[in-house]
């Protein structure tokens, strides 16, 4: 079994950062690729950021330039430092862990940027 735990969503002004913590537990032997999504009301789940177990990065464009996806300190937990963040980045974002053959899912945590 695998968990993941997110942190660190809440509610900001337009131009402002937020930080999105995610931690991957459980039974893993090894390094697993980690990525965010957002979903807002409405919508379809997209792909915001992703990071490789080697440490290759990829971005929506829609966020090129404004968020960074990292690799935290211990292993298989990333970070997504979200910079000048817009209204229509408001949406709940999920954490998602691909190890082996299967992806996992994070609960979910709401961020909301005020205009």
């Known amino acids: 079994q695998v968990q993941l735990v997110e942190s660190g969503g809440g509610l900001v002004q337009a131009g402002g950062s937020l930080r999105l913590s995610c931690a991957a537990s459980?039974?893993?032997?090894?390094?697993?690729?980690m990525g965010w999504y957002r979903q807002a009301p409405g919508k379809q789940r997209e792909s915001v950021a992703a990071i490789s177990s080697g440490g290759t990065t990829n971005y929506a464009d829609s966020v090129k330039g404004r968020f960074t996806i990292s690799r935290g300190n211990a292993k298989n937990t990333a970070n997504l430092q979200m910079n000048s963040l817009k209204p229509e980045d408001t949406a709940v974002y999920y954490c998602n862990f691909f190890w082996g053959t299967r992806g996992y899912w994070g609960q979910g945590t709401q961020v909301t940027v005020s205009s």
């Open positions: 459980g039974s893993i032997f090894g390094i697993g690729a």
